[in-house]
């Protein structure tokens, strides 16, 4: 079973932010998309699901989301964890409707 995720910028918990709220840049455009290129290549042979998207420029120069499915094995958990320190951004489950600390 495959799970949808995000990861952004929050300073606070899901049920305290505002209907209006909308995350801040993850920094800019190249230096998301080479975090996110360098934790994918780390363990490419050890991946067995995991699909990341880096926010499209259409919608914000600088990628304020990087949106993730697949399933979280421990392989893909320590690649979402990897992108979340780099880019010091948290990442939400959404079959959990929750922030999961990684």
Not at 16 to 32: M, Q, S, Y
Not at 57 to 84: H, L, N, Q
Request: proline residues 5%; hydrophobic residues 40%; contains cysteine.
């Amino acid at each position: 079973m495959s799970s949808i995720g995000m990861i952004f910028k929050a300073d606070s918990q899901v049920h305290t932010l505002p209907v209006d709220w909308v995350p801040c840049p993850l920094g800019p455009r190249n230096f998301v998309e080479q975090v996110v290129s360098a934790a994918m290549q780390t363990a490419q042979d050890e991946i067995t699901s995991l699909s990341v998207n880096v926010e499209n420029a259409s919608e914000c120069a600088d990628p304020r989301i990087i949106s993730v499915s697949g399933v979280w094995g421990e392989t893909e958990t320590k690649v979402i964890r990897s992108i979340c320190r780099s880019l010091d951004a948290r990442f939400y489950d959404a079959e959990l409707a929750d922030f999961i600390e990684l």
